[in-house]
Nanobody, 124 residues
Framework: QVQLVESGGGLVQAGGSLRLSCAASGRTFSSGAMGWFRQAPGKEREFVAGISRSDGSTAYADSVKGRFTVSRDNAKNTVYLQMNSLKPEDTAVYYC?????????????????WGQGTQVTVSS
């Protein structure tokens, strides 16, 4: 079993930055890939970023490329999402997710464990 707890969300002005953290517990975390997703009101959950366990490779949604950076600290069982140059359209609840495979996926159905989410609000 893996438990995920996100933190770091909040209210920020457009152009600002936030760093989200996702702390994981459970022995399976050490072997799995991690992903960040978000869901805005009235919209479906969408992929934001993913990071593999095997080689640390990363992937990003086109809408956040060049602005967001995903990283992980396996010693701390924590994954981060650094968000810069935030825009009002980035406003959403952000979720981290874990899967057993070492390779990231952009599909939410491929993740077995989810955090409770953290709200990010970007004002214009």
């Amino acid at each position: 079993q893996v438990q995920l707890v996100e933190s770091g969300g909040g209210l920020v002005q457009a152009g600002g930055s936030l760093r989200l953290s996702c702390a994981a517990s459970g022995r399976t975390f050490s072997s799995g890939a991690m992903g960040w997703f978000r869901q805005a009101p009235g919209k479906e959950r969408e992929f934001v970023a993913g990071i593999s366990r095997s080689d640390g490779s990363t992937a990003y949604a086109d809408s956040v490329k060049g602005r967001f950076t995903v990283s992980r600290d396996n010693a701390k069982n924590t994954v981060y999402l650094q968000m810069n140059s935030l825009k009002p359209e980035d406003t959403a609840v952000y979720y981290c997710a874990a899967r057993y495979s070492a390779r990231y996926s952009s599909r939410s159905e491929n993740y077995s464990y989810w955090g409770q989410g953290t709200q990010v609000t970007v004002s214009s």
